[in-house]
């Protein structure tokens, strides 16, 4: 197995969030050699915390555990002790909760005038929607996502099957902005506090199609410009064993070589022709429909014409594709039972890696995390009996 050196190794992440786009971010940041501290409620004071299936987020790999009760004062230093030693924190508070428990950017940066201060959210901190409760469909929906997506058959916005604003929108935000963090305060920064809101990062994502309404008053909906399934070139078509085939041949040269594969080459000169794309789609339709998707990824996809096949999950595991480039690894739950998960997949991780052995939840390392921080045998042991720390 070939070693690299991870980029955060040394990076120490405080995430006080289990769930949703701060959860994602602590993945990854811990993907790539970063040292995640994941703080939960204790059980006792843990009964609005959503407890995710053993296998989200990559089933704890790589992440230290400890659960703090952060209303309680002796909770409370537990935490600003630790983030004493952090070089960031992340969480997912409602706005100004983080504030009244005393642990807000204020209350950190005393301690840790370093500190990259990272607070998710939907939609802000401030503004008139920053208080709304929300989960990824309202994210999309805000940012214009759902309106740009083939309707479905009552008109409505399709539910999207990946949580782009979770992930993308507030995950990898997250990851961007305390990277950027990150690199100004190596070279002389002071502490920082960062804004992620999901919806501003699906608008960020939307940015194209936005920017072009706000330039020409063109707007993006379903079937109304080149991203959105405007022309037959950019769509996706069944094939004869029912499984579809995506479509994405936007340059002339694509375009032209797929037609000629497919004996369409009576539609080369009118790829952009507004008055013949319902002709040229169907006549892509009906050719799709003479073989079997697969036979005709073999056919086409090597030969310079943009298509890919529509996987679902099932196949897409099995891809010889993902598998030689190492996409998936192998995790253990019990001796019994063990699956596979994506593996550290993102540009500059660790791609192969060995077993996962997954940690009960009930089990966690705050006794190693606590005497790091100074704490004695007998304080940990205090702090569990007042049920401050477990």
Known sequence: MSQIVPPLEGISVLNLASVGPAARAGRWLADYGARVIQVSPTPKKGAK?????????????????????????AGRRVLLELAE???VLIE??????????????????????????????????????????GHDINYLAMGGFLACCEPRPDGGPPIPGATVADSAGGGLHAVTSILAAL????????????????????????????????????????????????????????????KWISVGAIEAHFFRNLCGLLDLERWTDFQMDEDRQDE?????????????????????????????????????????????????????????????????????????????????????????????VGYSAEEIEGLRREGAVQ
């Open 183 to 242: 690199v100004r305060r190596s070279i002389g920064g002071e502490a920082q506090y960062l804004d992620v809101s999901a919806a501003e990062g699906v608008i960020s994502l939307m940015s194209l199609a936005i920017d072009q309404y706000l330039a020409t008053g063109e707007v993006a909906g379903p079937r109304k410009v080149l991203l959105t399934g405007r022309y037959a070139f950019y769509d996706v078509y069944p094939c004869r064993d029912g």
């Open 92 to 133: 997912s508070y409602r706005p100004g909760v983080a504030k009244r428990l005393g642990i807000g950017f204020e209350d950190i940066r005393a301690v840790n005038p370093k500190i990259v201060y990272c607070s998710t959210s939907g939609y802000g901190q401030e503004g008139p929607a920053s208080s709304w409760a």
């Open 280 to 372: 040229i789609r169907e006549d892509f339709r009906q050719a799709f429909l003479k073989r079997d998707r697969d036979d005709w990824v073999a056919e086409l996809a090597a030969r310079d014409t943009c298509v890919a096949p529509v996987y679902e999950i099932p196949e897409l595991v099995d891809d010889p594709h993902f598998e030689e480039r190492n996409v998936f690894m192998t995790a253990r739950e019990t001796e019994a039972n063990s699956f596979r998960q994506v593996a550290p997949i993102l540009a500059g991780c660790q791609r192969e890696q060995p077993e996962h052995q997954v940690v009960p939840p009930t089990e966690t390392d705050a006794a190693m995390l606590l005497e790091e």
């Open 85 to 87: 030693a952090a070089d």
């Open 49 to 73: 915390q959503i407890s995710p299936p053993f296998h989200s987020y990559g089933a704890g790999r790589g992440i230290l555990r400890i659960q703090i009760d952060l209303k309680s004062d």
